[in-house]
């Protein structure tokens, strides 16, 4: 029992982390039916900025502050790079995207060099016990931050008047230009704000681990996981999230007694399976909006 | 008609597999170029082109896929992977370290890989024609990393990761391509294998998108319900697509490394169909001729870039100095991906329809 609570709020922690950064895929999808292959580097971006920024400034200033300048980043990238090409090709942005991600992502790696950077965050490894279980404090932390995240954001697209523009600009980009909203800051608010979530998303990634080259492979799980909850569904990004890093850690705790043919490291391609499984019984994930069809 | 060759007064005329003067100039003069080239060029370049080719056959496939039938695959790289493993366990070394079963003739493996390759794709496409555009994608992506573990875990067949194996092996009617013989050196007959395979490749795939099957694929890319309305039968052209796309995959994987001679499991991750689709746009979807040009584009390109430190000597050719050709090549690789889609959406083909435009009716070229 003990060790399935331990793997569940380990799994609760890495899936804040997916969950972060499927609600930056699923915003830059709802605004501009895109999918930016950019956030692997923004994420890495944010937690290289944080490793240099917090020995000047201390951890808790450093990613705030480190998460505005990665929305600034991917806000100067949506102006530049994707808004000469709205209304081309879903496909050809999304490859666009693949290029700015191996730009950024080179110029990112330049400043972390071969060894590991530490992000200084307080918690590294150590433990707390909860309830009669020894748990990590980062995980907690972790499931902690994206809860408050996901509220605030939620907040403000129901309540704010910026966030109705979004999401009037979701639902029909010509009636809502009609309606006197500026798309095109919608579109760079919405890469911001994605932006923001990857270098925060980030930051967690690095906590405990340290940030070296490879960090960007984590970002590829959000993708199983907005498929699970459905492209355009919020709280679906959060949901899948959840789940692609609940399954993911128990699987790779008990995997290894109850399937070992599978081979070890299964765990990392199990959100793969168990979003085909979705996709099999619904076309859409858990929470996507099933696409009208019109002739 | 003659002295009016642009005058068609037949449909079968229209849809010929040359149709202009222009291109049957063109492309027989483009021929004898290639079967030339061989004897002029150095031999690391040639190999380098003729990788190229084996990229040309793969970029074609998935163009069926993804530029003909509008299903954007990002799988590619997992179907190629079943090709190079069919081909080299098929061609291998029965008493080897790792899988074989010495069948070593070439067509035999090449044709073994499609098949193989093009059954995976029928056995995905069920899945694939329930999905459409990102969730596609993304599923198909599921495919690579899926495949990367099966590869990593299969070491009696791959040989596991970081160790590889050899690839298949080139022999035509008990003669070793990679060998060299009396006329030519190994680099050379590759070359002109992956040549002539291309030639053939290409054809069919011209065929094939020309015919009543090729006019259902678009149909069913312009607008899947405007097409399943006219009678188009929508799984099974999907299905089909893909089948198609995957056989052309399998025969390129199995080429794939047969110039290298060795290959491990990491090859076929992510950052491969990326490659493909990458190939696919910047040549311009939905063009034979495209996905040839854009395959070789995208296998010349780190050769270029490699080139640079002798022009810009701020740039070190080795991995110590600011900024270094291995950092160079990947920001270029990005960047020439965002420049070029953005300048031209329609890749390297537009480019090329905007240049025989302004010379058709040149010097009036408004």
């Known amino acids: 029992m003990t060790e399935f609570l331990q793997s569940l709020i380990r799994g609760l922690g890495s899936g804040s982390i997916y969950a972060l950064l499927a609600l930056g895929f699923v915003i830059i999808y709802k605004s501009t039916r895109v999918i930016s292959f950019a956030q692997p580097a923004f994420m890495l971006a944010g937690a290289v900025l944080v490793s240099y920024l917090a020995a000047d400034v201390g951890f808790f200033a450093a990613v705030p502050i480190a998460a505005v300048l990665i929305a600034v980043l991917a806000l100067g990238v949506e102006r530049t790079v994707l808004r000469p090409m709205i209304g081309k090709p879903v496909f050809v942005v999304a490859i666009i995207t693949i290029g700015v991600d191996v730009v950024v992502r080179v110029v990112t790696n330049a400043f972390i060099g071969l060894d590991v950077r530490q992000v200084g965050d307080p918690w590294g490894l150590s433990t707390v016990t909860l309830l009669g279980v020894e748990v990590q404090q980062r995980y907690l932390v972790m499931f902690g931050t994206t809860v408050a995240v996901v509220a605030v954001l939620f907040a403000f697209f129901r309540f704010s008047r910026v966030g109705l523009a979004m999401r009037a600009v979701a639902h029909d980009q010509e009636v809502a230009l009609a309606q006197g909203i500026s798309v095109g800051s919608v579109f760079a608010l919405s890469w911001a704000i994605a932006g923001g979530l990857a270098a925060l998303a980030g930051v967690f990634v690095a906590t405990g681990a340290g940030v070296d080259q490879q960090l960007w492979v984590i970002a590829l799980k959000a993708l199983p996981a907005i498929i699970l909850g459905g492209l355009d569904s919020l709280g679906g990004a959060v949901v899948g999230g959840l789940a692609v890093g609940v399954v993911e850690s128990l699987v790779g705790t008990y995997q290894g007694d109850v399937a070992p043919w599978l081979g070890p490291n299964f765990a990392l391609v199990a959100p793969y399976v168990l979003m085909l499984v979705v996709l099999l019984l619904k076309p859409y994930g858990l929470f996507g909006a099933k696409e009208v069809e019109r002739l | ?366």
């Open chain 2, 1 to 366: 008609m003659k002295g009016r060759p642009d005058l068609y007064t037949s449909y079968a005329q229209d849809m010929a597999f040359l149709n202009t003067r222009p291109k049957r100039a063109w492309t027989g003069a483009l021929v004898v170029v290639a079967l030339l080239v061989p004897f002029a060029i150095t031999d690391d370049l040639l190999m380098l082109l003729a990788t190229g080719f084996v990229a040309a056959i793969g970029a074609i496939g998935l163009n069926i896929v993804t530029g003909y039938a509008g299903q954007v695959s990002l799988g590619h790289a997992f179907f190629l992977a079943i090709g190079a493993y069919t081909g080299a366990a098929l061609s291998g070394d029965p008493d080897g370290r790792v899988l074989g079963f010495g069948v070593t003739s070439l067509p035999v493996w090449l044709l073994a890989s499609g098949l193989v390759a093009g059954l995976a794709g029928l056995v995905v496409a069920p899945i694939a024609v329930r999905l459409r555009g990102l969730y596609l994608a993304i599923v198909t992506l599921g495919l690579v990393f899926l495949g990367e573990h099966v590869f990593r875990e299969w070491t009696s067949l791959t040989g596991g990761p970081g160790v590889g194996r050899p690839a298949a092996v080139p022999e035509l009617f008990g003669v070793r391509l990679d060998r060299p013989s009396e006329f030519f050196s190994g680099p050379q007959q590759l070359y002109l294998l992956m040549f002539v395979l291309l030639v053939i490749f290409a054809v069919l795939a011209r065929n094939l998108v020309r015919s009543r099957i090729g006019r259902a694929f678009a149909a069913v890319r312009d607008r899947d319900l405007a097409a399943a309305v006219i009678g188009v039968d929508l799984t099974r052209y999907k299905a089909l697509a893909f089948a198609v796309s995957s056989f052309y995959a399998g025969v390129a994987g199995s080429l794939l490394f047969v110039v290298n001679g060795f290959f491990d499991p990491g090859s076929f991750g992510l950052l491969l169909s990326v490659q493909y689709i990458a190939m696919v746009l910047i040549g311009g979807a939905g063009t034979i001729s495209g996905a040839i040009m854009g395959a070789l584009f995208i296998t010349l390109l780190p050769r270029i870039t490699r080139e640079l430190p002798a022009v810009l000597p701020f740039i070190s050719a080795d991995a110590t100095g600011a900024v270094t050709v291995f950092q160079v090549e990947a920001v270029l690789y990005g960047l020439l991906i965002v420049v070029f889609l953005i300048v031209e959406p329609r890749g390297l083909f537009g480019i090329w329809v905007r240049v025989r435009n302004y010379w058709r009716t040149w010097p009036f070229s408004y």
